[in-house]
């Protein structure tokens, strides 16, 4: 495992209108990492994934991506830089098919033989999604969208993989199908920058993690070692476990 | 009296006063005495325009459909006065107006106890009761029609034509308000994007069945495309200002009570209203008769400035013109309104017809889209954006003093 | 299913119920987003309703406040149907609610987000509007007055002429609050009000929440993400998951109950981080 | 949406009609068999005649198709109903006009190589002058488009929609100055002959320019086919785009959700533009169908096929492509029939009233998706 740094993120700050959304982060991500942010609903953690996208500006602070600054790059030019997003809520394309919607994943790729390989992983890695290629992204259930929503992200060979709440609103069952494949996907050498609502499952999963509150970083670690820390799991879950 | 109120009436009366004397006495000749009125009923239909769209948040298009309606309307009840002193078209209109909208106000009640009606089923129930009712307006009308010629006869010429003139712009208004009521009722249940072009719809019907009045529908005497003549030239500065006047005061009330403060609540947020109690299915319907009745009023000035109505005034490409004097002048802002009425009417009426050499007229309308698109570009809120004067504005009450100071939350804002 | 939820302690007998929502179910296009949802509230309680993400939480909110109509199922308030009755009748018969993402009257003021909800008890008909005269005078400066009042019990008088969007969030939240109060309901719904605050400010809310209770007699249902704010507050605590109950009973019972542990936590996280060991010197 | 409140016996029959929704749906239900009945009529009256007009209302409406599905893919991309649509097929009927009677660009195959037969000469020649109104189309809406719209993409929509009035407006009053298009109707000039043709009881046979056709016959024109199967041949290119395409694939994606294209990779702006100048392309297309079937040319001409087309993406259901074609193809039918059986000038007042009826039924119109849900 390599240890030189492959994303760094410098006293981001953030405004919605006069809402100030991210008060100066700084957080780092290290080459085959999986690093989590994890925090209540509203602490940040999209907005920070949305930066580094591009989707968002940032007033002030910089983020760092193998070296070249990226911090006002337009979207297209990150994700062909290699930092890829599957979204919050999957947001798959709905009227759009399951073959499409990973078509749309590789949209920066032009090697048709690359991206034929790409499908042939993914549906390796999905076979659920090559039983349903022909359908449409709406008709899914949740954890398949939610397959989706990851292998769509693979089909553009990300270097690093922010992961918005790949948990949110599936059964305990799927999420661990959903963990495995995070696990195997970082295994296989991307990185991956998590973030979860649910604390304890990415810490299980992670090596590091920062703690975000109302825009703030108030605590980072190893994450084995916060996993074990009962005042994380006093913040996060109240008393009596 | 406060003193805004007293500073804004003392303004308005010094405005009337200074106007007025400079058409008594010639300095104002009659292409911008023209421009003037045509301004003044521009800021009246924008003024209801901007209570629909710019407080309450309903994108309509069908202002000048009303607008058509009202002055048709009361140039018909004008001209067969001035024709051959029959009052006939005056009392149809003024029972079907009065019946109407008795009728409607009572239904309204009675619906209100029943719980969850259906839009569209309202709306046939209202439309079958109103055709009874117009129906029996007419046989009405014509039979009490001579004693009213009558009386109004024995009254001097002038006073008259006066009296049938006001009722007149009267009953325009409130035709416009009852047909907007029946046309809302099932449409205001539609998106807002729909809603525009369901309206911007009557706009069109309502210009075709003008183009044809004389044979699709029974008045001849409004000679369809052609164009209609034989009505009075009674609407001067004192109609037009009054008008103006009363009712930029009545918006202003009503804006400034709760029932404005619910109007606007729909336009900030649908759902947080209704939470909040709010019906906001009432208060779509009443932005928007209230905002057609100002339509109405309008028209029936208009079709009294010229004497002459000729449906492509009624165009539904004209139909944008209130929507792009509101914009220009900021939505939701009063002052806003009256001032891009009155600068839209000079600039594109008056100056650039004055300025423009002979025969270039047509770079009139090369312009003016760059205009707007400048404007568009350079102050997306209006020129004037919030601003008001101050009797428009809404003052805010002072705090009662507190007993003692407590510190407010520290709370840094950004 | 139901033979898992612990019997829950019983009410005070003598009163009747202030709310009782019976088999709500709620379909989208065939999808079940709440299915058979139970629940009596009585008068003076507090009650929570959590659940992971997506549980249905928000839709049985919205079917108790009219925003939805329940595809089967009805809701009694104060011993009247009130299931697909409009929401601004049922706010009126005074059920309030405050939305999950903050829903103010962003561009008007502070004082005026108040006075709209006081609209329905104005007191004055619309040609009195209209007319500005003595009776509209009369009535505008007493429902000012009363508005004002309730800004000061959430101490934002001094904030009366901001517009509201320019707040910052906390006090966003507690105007939210304060116009969901400021036509004295009888119940109070709260959709996750803590959402976005950090602890201090959880731990004010907790008061607030307490202090309104108390003040204006009312009863709550709280749907909430933080434990912490649920725990510390509810008497009673309803679970939900993918639109079902999957447990009620006092704060305690529901931090001990295995179900919540895994609806919460996906099955041992203690297990899955053996399974996942990452392969570095400090892993135990 | 009508609530399920519980029925209550108390209720009589008609607060049930009312709360139910009855009353409304018998008094749509009337309307619809009155129009059912005067079509019926009609139809038993004079086949022929009728036939005739559905023939004329198809040719009309493969028009209005053309320009709709450019307001619906605008729309459903951007949600700006783009005002300026409609000018944009006027500037392809005069481009197609100056094309083919300043430049001669139709007979360029002729003139080049001199004997070629003259049906390839015209065919050739023909599809020129539409491919350079498509492109000189696509090239203007796509000026428009960055000049115009995207400034303004983050302002009010209504700013935009202002916007495109102005820019309607500009394109007409500009195209009506001397020296750029000109302020008169002018005659456009067909690139190759009309041939009609007569079927009957006996056949089809060609009818010579001259003689009026034998009783009880349709008329069937070498422009009505031309238009049908124009359109047809663009309708299938525009979905083989959409469906079949990268760039067609990455336009519903971004029709559907632009934050999520961004996070793919997918230019945006770029799609947006592409959007633009595509339909502005089947504008330019229909423009030159139009004015070779109604030959004038006017610089105010877009105006009401441009608010007709509208009128049939509404209906349509905006944002959906089949949805465009069938509300054109039943626009161009409500317009001939109605003009025939009705009167010609209720045609454009009925057009709106089967829109507002539709629209009552179906708020988003009869392909159209219901609006998804707010959070």
New interface residues.
Partial sequence: MQTDTMLTVQDLNVYYGAIHALKGISFELKKGEIVALIGANGAGKSTTLSTISGLIRPRQGSIIFEGKDITMAPSEQIVRLGIVQSPEGRRIFATLTVMENLEMGAYTRSNKAEIQDGLAEVFKRFPRLDERRKQLGGTLSGGEQQMLAIARAMMARPALLLLDEPSMGLSPILVEQIFDIIHDINEDGTSILLVEQNAQMALSISDRAYVLETGRIVMSGDAQEMLHDPSIVEAYLGGGH | MQRTTLFFLGGAALIFVIVQAMISFGLLNDFYVNILLLASVYAIVGLGLNLIYGFNGQFSLGQWGFYAIGAYAAGDITYWWTLDKSAHALMIALLAVLFCGAAILLLRKLLSRVRGVDALSAFTLYLVVVIFLVFIAIQLGQALSPAVSGLLSLLPDGLSLQIVFFLAVLIAGLMAAEISFLFGLPVLTLGSDYFGIATLGLTIIVKVLLDNSDTLLPFPEMKGARGMVGIPEVTNWFWAFAFLLVIVIVVRNLLHSSYGRAIISVREDEIAAKAMGIDIAHYKNLSFVLGSLFAGLAGGLYAHINGFLHPNTFNFIKSFDPMIIIVMGGLGSITGTLGASFAWAFILEGLLRVILPQGTETWRFVVYPLILLLIMLLRPKGLMGEIELPFLRQVLPPLKPKAQPEETQAEVKP | MSDAIPPRPAPPADAPPLLTAQNLTKEFGGLRAVHNFEKTIHTGELVGLIGPNGAGKTTIFNMITGVYVPTSGSVIFNNQDITGIAPHEINQLGIARTFQNIRLFPNLTVLDNVRIAYHPHAGYSMSDAILHNAHFNQKEKELTERAQEFLGVFNLQDRQGEIAKNLPYGEQRRLEIARALAAYPKLLLLDEPAAGMNPAESMALMDLIHFIRERFNLTILLIEHQMRVVMGICEWITVVDFGEVIARGTPQEIQSNPRVIEAYLGPGAAALSQKYRRKKPHAD | ??????PNSKDTLF?Q????????????ILIGLAALWKLGVSLADNPVLFLQQVINGLQLGFVYALIALGYTMVYGIV?L?NFAHGDVFMVGAFVGFYTIARFQFHTWPERLFPGLPQWLVLGVGTVTVVLISMAICALLAFTIERV?YK??RN??R???L??A??????L???G??QFVFT?NFVTFERPFSVQNWQINNLGIQALPSGQSPADNSIIISNIALIIVLASILLLLLLQFIVQGT?VG??M??V???K?????????VDGIISITFAIGAALAGAAGILYATAFPQVYFVMG?IPG?KA??AA?LGG?GSIPGAVVGALIMGQAEVLSAAYI?T??R??VA??I??IV??VR??GIFGEP?R???
């Fill in positions: 949406m009508t609530p399920n409140g519980t607060i009609s009312l709360r139910k929704g009855w009353l409304g749906k018998v008094f749509l949600r109903i115009a400034p303004l302002a009010p209504i700013s935009a202002i916007t009035i102005g820019v309607s407006f500009f007409e009053y500009f009506a100055l302020p990268r694939k990455a519903r994606a029709a559907y959700d934050q999520t294209a961004r996070l793919m990779g997918i230019n105006i608010l509208f009128v509404v905006i009167s000038p209720m454009d007042a709106f009233s829109l507002v629209l009552l708020p988003t609006e849900e707010k959070a």
